[in-house]
């Protein structure tokens, strides 16, 4: 058998699955170190759950190799990879006991009676739901029945835990609690899991690292943070919401800024997301959080600020936050959001927008 030196906990190397014609994960390479909740994030389609199910063993990669703990295990059988796993619908056994929905994996891995009790017992207590063993699942409710089958993927102690959107069946309210949940108790149990999502929020709230897929490749893999402030793409940008996107010409280059030129001829300045010269079309993301609004007669010039004017064409009451709308004079909109504290604009009102150039990154177009 293969074996790397100073291996990542879970490698995908050059891994492509295809049906047909479809490819739906093309020669991907991904590392998971040890003891991560690593989440992947993408729309529908993208490949996360083709890859969770080569990882777990229920479908074989058509190229490329997978490696847990420096070891290839392409032709290890599902029962042998000790992993966890949890889908979206539970898949709980509807007419065993919890005790023996729970108990499923030590059974199967033929571990002795009597500490099959004891880890079971130990598994409802993590998942904080003891003495409910003689229940069955329909007494429980949703977010009961996503415990237990938390507690099922843990008491194995899994290598590696997988999550397949566990938490798409619950209310929002719920998804929340449970969500806070997994992440304390992957934290507590240290357990190295991948975590499949297409609810960017989720991702950011709750992963070491974030990986954004498209079309069954990696579009851009790092901390909650790096993927958010310094996306590296428009489809990233935009994925992770409310971005603003403005076409852009070069104009000058400093050394960490940039003036471009819009289309309505206005200039901006902007920090680049790689190498631009003087004449290249980019595009601009701003994300709608990071720009201020204020009155235009109130408007004082600050160096080394971008302003734009314009007049709220829309407005949305949002709770803690406050959605705007600005048409620019190019016709272009730009949306802003503020907290309420702040906002006392309405719609009709002529406004500036102001932004710091290190929040306007020049991505290639
Ligand atoms: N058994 C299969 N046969 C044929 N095509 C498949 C099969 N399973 C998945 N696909 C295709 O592979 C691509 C990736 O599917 P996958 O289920 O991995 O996406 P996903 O990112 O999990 O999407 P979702 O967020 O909707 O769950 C899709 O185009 C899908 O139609
Ligand atoms: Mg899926």
Redesign the pocket.
């Known amino acids: 058998m293969t074996q790397e030196k100073n291996p990542a906990f879970v490698r995908f190397q050059g891994i492509e699955?295809r049906?047909?014609k479809?490819?739906?994960?093309k020669k991907m390479d991904l590392e998971i170190p040890e003891g991560a909740l690593v989440t992947?994030l993408?729309?529908?389609?993208?490949?996360?759950?083709?890859?969770?199910?080569m990882l777990a063993g229920l479908?074989t990669p058509t190229g490329g190799d997978i490696f847990i703990k420096g070891k290839r295990i392409n032709d290890t059988p599902i029962h042998k990879r000790n992993l966890g796993m949890i889908f979206q619908n539970y898949a709980l056994f509807p007419h065993k006991s919890i005790f023996d929905n729970v108990a499923f994996g030590l059974k199967y891995r033929a571990v002795p009676k009597s500490e099959i009790k004891d880890k079971v017992e130990k598994a409802l207590e993590t998942v904080r739901l003891p003495g409910v063993g003689n229940r069955n699942p329909s007494q429980l409710s949703g977010g009961q029945q996503q415990r237990i089958a938390l507690a099922r993927a843990i008491v194995i102690e899994p290598d590696v835990l997988l999550m397949?959107?566990p938490l798409s069946a619950l209310d929002e309210n719920l998804r929340e609690d449970m969500r806070r949940e997994i992440d304390n108790l992957q934290a507590e149990l240290g357990v190295t899991t991948i975590f499949?999502t297409?609810d960017q929020r989720e991702a950011l709230s709750m992963s070491d690292k974030v990986v954004v897929?498209k079309d069954?490749l990696v579009q851009q893999e790092g901390t909650p943070e790096e993927v958010y402030n310094n996306s590296a793409n428009h489809f990233v940008a935009d994925f992770l919401g409310h971005s603003n996107f403005l076409s852009a010409v070069v104009e000058e280059k400093h050394n960490d800024v940039l003036k471009v030129r819009l289309d309505d001829k206005s200039s901006c300045l902007v920090s680049p997301v790689g190498n631009f010269e003087k004449g290249d079309k980019a595009e601009i993301v701003i994300r709608a959080q990071k720009m201020k609004l204020g009155y235009q007669d109130e408007h004082s010039p600050e160096e080394d600020m971008n302003f734009f004017h314009g007049t709220i064409v829309d407005r949305s009451y949002m709770g803690g936050e406050v959605s705007y709308f600005v048409e620019l004079p190019g016709k272009q909109v730009l949306h802003v959001i503020n907290f309420v504290k702040r906002s006392p604009y309405r719609r009709g009102d002529d406004v500036y927008v102001k932004v710091d150039p290190f929040h306007c990154r020049l991505l290639q177009s």
């Open positions: 699955k049906y047909g479809v490819v739906a994960v992947l993408g729309p529908s389609g993208c490949g996360k759950t083709t890859l969770l199910r479908e397949d959107e499949v297409h897929m069954g």
